[in-house]
T-cell receptor, first 110, second 114 residues
Framework: EADIYQTPRYLVIGTGKKITLECSQTMGHDKMYWYQQDPGMELHLIHYSYGVNSTEKGDLSSESTVSRIRTEHFPLTLESARPSHTSQYLC?????????FGPGTRLTVL | GENVEQHPSTLSVQEGDSAVIKCTYSDSASNYFPWYKQELGKRPQLIIDIRSNVGEKKDQRIAVTLNKTAKHFSLHITETQPEDSAVYFCAALNSGGGADGLTFGKGTHLIIQP
């Protein structure tokens, strides 16, 4: 079934650790997105991609980085996690029109 | 760029009553306006959308209206039920624009009182 997958779903780590949040989609979409969202709050765009080898920063300044080596894969990396990074991270993809979201990764940095 | 304002931030209605959420946008080139529902702990999911060549669209108890001249669009939910309780986000997109995608409103917490 075509969908967007994110792993891990929940992650608790210590300050200073390097982490990668995985996002894969089997929908064949060119455009992919990462949002940061505190529970029930607004969606902040932190990164997006037009397609393979394209990455752009979004509206919200973020200390994370992304890569897009394959169409279906759009991982997000935090080189040194801090408590201020505690949030939910949502991956999304779109071709034309409707945008689909992944289930999210809930990150807690102690 | 596009700017989307959404009101109210919280809306409490009695079960069975109607709920209306309003959004305004700034970019006259925007031509696609979706509404997403996000239940607690879940991902946002599209519930209805409208394109700029249509003034109104209805799907069972939900409807969306669009006024291009005034640059505003609204979500209407009739005969509200407890399962309608969620956060609702409006969004706008210029489908002929770049890949930066949808511009979202800040969300409305809809609470259905039994």
């Amino acid at each position: 079934e075509a969908d967007i997958y994110q792993t891990p779903r929940y992650l608790v780590i210590g300050t200073g650790k390097k982490i990668t949040l995985e996002c894969s989609q089997t929908m064949g979409h060119d455009k992919m997105y990462w949002y940061q969202q505190d529970p029930g709050m607004e969606l902040h765009l932190i990164h997006y991609s037009y397609g393979v080898n394209s990455t752009e920063k979004g509206d919200l300044s973020s200390e994370s980085t992304v890569s897009r080596i394959r169409t279906e894969h759009f991982p997000l990396t935090l080189e040194s996690a801090r408590p201020s990074h505690t949030s939910q991270y949502l991956c999304a993809s779109r071709q034309v029109g409707e945008q689909f979201f992944g289930p999210g990764t809930r990150l807690t940095v102690l | 760029g596009e700017n989307v304002e959404q009101h109210p931030s919280t809306l409490s209605v009695q079960e069975g009553d109607s709920a209306v959420i309003k959004c305004t946008y700034s970019d006259s080139a925007s031509n696609y306006f979706p509404w997403y529902k996000q239940e607690l702990g879940k991902r946002p999911q599209l519930i209805i959308d409208i394109r700029s060549n249509v003034g109104e669209k209805k799907d069972q108890r939900i409807a969306v209206t669009l006024n291009k001249t005034a640059k505003h669009f609204s979500l209407h939910i009739t005969e509200t039920q407890p399962e309608d309780s969620a956060v609702y986000f409006c969004a706008a997109l210029n489908s002929g624009g770049g890949a930066d995608g949808l511009t979202f409103g800040k969300g409305t917490h809809l609470i259905i009182q039994p």
